[in-house]
């Protein structure tokens, strides 16, 4: 092999991983030709306004990028020990439920109560809501051996049926409707927020600190050596001493912990009270931006906040073309699942360092 | 309740299970040759969408059917081109793993997402509408038999034919020697591979077979048990598919008899609903989620194992045959000629 064409191969795997994204775009530019009445364009560029239009929309796209960073930083625990936690969205809404409930229980009856005490409550609450309802995850796949996605989807489905049982029920609000969440909840009881939007610079900065403890205990840590090990043989970690079971329950409950904390963020300062559809797919999404991103912390920094900006631009789209609201998932469906198929460029066509048997 | 009552509701239940049924099968078969399509929630909704809105869209076309002659061009429209895009679905989960060697797992998981997002797109414009459907078409003289008429004979020839599919695919599997292979691929692809079987290939197939009944099952849905079209309109059945999958241990037979066990049980929650109108409605929802974990509780820990192991000595072996829960042993591993 020449030096030439082994540095154009270089230059091709360095920019390989936009091949996917390019894909990805093309065949969605060509599906809305097909369905919709807009020209791409005209959507593309709603996507654009709903996100960064003015101060505004950009500070309510910020507003979904704090819950997700809050679940994508968990799941980069979860995926280093190979754990599939399809919970996340069930931990989250059990996150929101427990802050609701001191929000009600607690700021409602007591508005003399500083709001320091009220949030600090809130939050611990929530956290250790999330990381319960993950801990049964965990305990259902080690002792019932329940493999986690089915634990989790069932999980999931049982924090909805919670949700709409609250709501519909014991904490109905006073004027009625059966679905429709309950009622405000106290000032007291909400995240300080920037400004007239759903923006919280409280929950931003510990967002912020949540990864950055990630990735310091992913790099240096025993425990994230521990994971890692997990995640990448279980087998051999078993030998080394790691006890998969413990670690296990212990990182699907720091995901819990930190899903948890999304939810109690979606309620305290995006709702403002406790809505039927809490998680609007959050947890989910989080799923999707740490598999784009194979497990980086950076690029998941990174994709989250072009996926919340997504979030926030599909609203738009569908209030602009009449399209339905599902685009943007679509959009990073798409992405997500090209980048999966085609992303590796190693496993494409082959290392350059070590030739792979032919396979005839 | 009357005799009569009691019967209609176990008919119904026959009939509401087959769907399921069908996801069940055709996820049995994929699973079976070592494929994992874990799309099964996502395929079926898509399906459900576009066959629907191909049948709604072809009885437009052919304009109004004489009144004695039910929907049959465009329900057959729909379902054929449901199960197609199930297969296709199939098909790229089995290419990215085969070919491209990516996670089956991560790849139908993003599918699932997707394509329940795709169906609630694309199926904007064709939501509550009413369209064709799968027409009644009880069998003469049969369907007159006592409990066993009304039960098995009293249905539409989607209900028959996949009554008749769980039986046929049983046979093939356990009694032809194609079928022998289709098991041999998912639990020991490099003997079968040995004895000149085309691994590879014969996965493809048969994965494709699975998501075309899987598709099937979600038009199935749309066009005869839950008709028409809305979002999410059938979302959850299929992560219950895979659940009944496992807990039928990969074997059709006890497959379809989870999918009607979960029938009976849901018509049991139904009926308790209008006995006890004091507990609030949501809760009965949470019946066939506690109801999945339950099962997969009972299969995968060993409480099955122990509770066998204390009944009478003669009872064992045959009750440990019976039960055994053995995932194919090659499920969801590629399989390469050089490894």
């Known amino acids: 092999m020449t030096h030439q064409s082994v540095s154009a191969r270089t230059v091709l795997e360095t920019i390989w991983p936009a091949v996917p994204i390019l894909m990805a775009l093309f065949l969605i530019t060509m599906m809305l030709m097909l369905v919709s009445s807009h020209s791409p364009l ?21 507003a979904f990028f704090v819950p997700l960073l809050f679940c994508a930083t968990g799941l980069l625990i979860t995926y280093t020990a190979g754990l599939w936690n399809i919970g996340i969205e069930g931990q989250m809404i059990m996150g929101a439920i427990g802050a609701s409930w001191i929000a009600l229980k ?18 611990i609450v929530a956290m250790a809501a999330g990381a319960l309802w993950a801990a049964l995850a965990a305990v259902l796949k080690t002792r019932g051996g329940v493999h986690e996605i089915f634990g989790g989807v069932a999980l999931n489905s049982l924090a909805i049926i919670a949700t709409n049982y609250l709501i519909s029920s014991p904490w109905q609000p006073p004027s009625g409707g059966s679905f429709h969440g309950t009622e405000e909840f106290a000032e007291s009881a909400l995240l300080p927020v920037f400004g007239n939007t759903h923006f919280s610079p409280l929950a931003f900065v510990l967002a912020l600190i949540a990864l950055g403890i990630v990735i310091l205990m992913l790099r240096g840590t025993h425990w994230g050596l521990q994971l ?3 995640g990448k043989n279980p087998r051999a970690a078993f030998l080394l001493g790691v006890s998969s079971e413990r670690q296990a329950l212990y990182s699907m409950m720091f995901c819990g912990a930190l899903a948890g904390l999304a939810g109690a963020i979606r309620v305290l300062s995006w709702f403002g009270r406790m ?14 931006i740490v598999l784009l991103a194979s497990f980086r912390p950076v690029w998941t920094f990174i994709i989250a906040f072009i996926f919340s900006a997504l979030l926030q631009g599909g609203a738009q789209v569908h209030l602009i073309t009449q399209l339905h609201s599902s685009l943007s998932g679509i959009i990073q469906g798409t992405l997500v699942l090209f980048t999966l198929l085609f992303g590796d460029f190693r496993r494409l066509f082959g290392s350059k360092t070590v030739e792979e048997p032919e396979v005839s | 309740m009357n005799d009569s009552q009691v019967v209609n509701i176990l008919a119904s239940i026959v009939f509401l299970s087959v769907p399921l049924m069908l996801a069940i099968l055709g996820e049995t078969i994929t ?16 399906t459900a969408m576009a066959g629907f809105v191909v049948a709604f869209e072809t009885e437009k076309a052919l304009g109004p059917s004489p009144a004695d002659i039910p929907d049959t061009i465009p329900v057959l429209a729909g379902l054929f081109v449901a199960g197609l895009i199930g297969a296709l679905i199939a098909l790229l989960i089995a290419w990215g793993g085969i070919a491209l060697k990516q996670d089956q797992v991560a790849i139908g998981f993003v599918l699932t997402l997707l394509l329940a997002e795709l169906a609630n797109f694309l199926g904007q414009r064709y939501t509550n509408l009413r369209g064709p459907r799968v027409a009644h078409l009880p069998i003469p003289v049969l369907s007159e038999i006592p409990l066993i008429g009304p039960l098995l004979f009293d249905h539409d020839l989607l209900v028959y034919g996949t009554l008749i599919l769980v039986f046929a ?12 292979q289709l098991r041999g691929i998912g639990e020991r692809p490099e003997s079968a591979f040995v004895r000149g079987v085309p691994v590879n290939s014969l996965r493809y197939l048969y994965t494709a077979l699975g ?19 809305s979002d999410n309109h059938i979302s959850g059945m299929g992560w219950i598919a895979l659940a009944i999958v496992i807990f039928g241990g990969w074997h059709p037979l006890r497959g379809a008899f989870g999918a009607l066990l ?12 209008t006995t006890y109108p004091a507990v609030p409605t949501v809760l009965f929802n949470s019946v066939q989620w506690l109801l999945m974990l339950g099962v997969l509780l009972l299969v995968g820990s060993d409480f099955t194992k122990r509770l066998i192991s204390v009944l009478p000595r003669p009872m064992q072996a045959p009750l440990a045959r019976l039960l055994r829960i053995a995932p194919p042993q090659a499920l969801g591993r590629t399989f390469g000629q050089e490894s």
């Open chain 1, 42 to 62: 005209a959507v593309y560029d709603a996507l654009w306004q709903g996100a960064f239009k003015d101060s505004a929309s950009t500070f309510n796209t910020l």
């Open chain 1, 106 to 123: 607690v700021a409602g009856p007591n508005p003399n109560l500083s709001p320091l005490l009220i949030i600090t409550l809130e939050i």
């Open chain 1, 228 to 230: 890692k090990a997990l």
């Open chain 1, 275 to 288: 809505p039927q559809s809490v998680s609007g797919g959050i947890g989910f999404l989080a799923i999707l």
């Open chain 2, 31 to 46: 699973e079976r040759v070592g494929v994992i399509n874990l799309s099964l929630d996502g395929t079926m909704l898509l």
């Open chain 2, 169 to 180: 695919v049983w046979w093939f599997m356990y009694r032809t020697q194609p079928g022998l």
């Open chain 2, 211 to 229: 998501g075309f009944l899987v598709g099937l099952a979600g038009a199935a849905f749309s066009l005869d048990v839950k008709l028409g079209w």
């Open chain 2, 262 to 273: 979960f029938g009976v049980t849901k018509a049991i929650a139904n009926i308790l609903q």
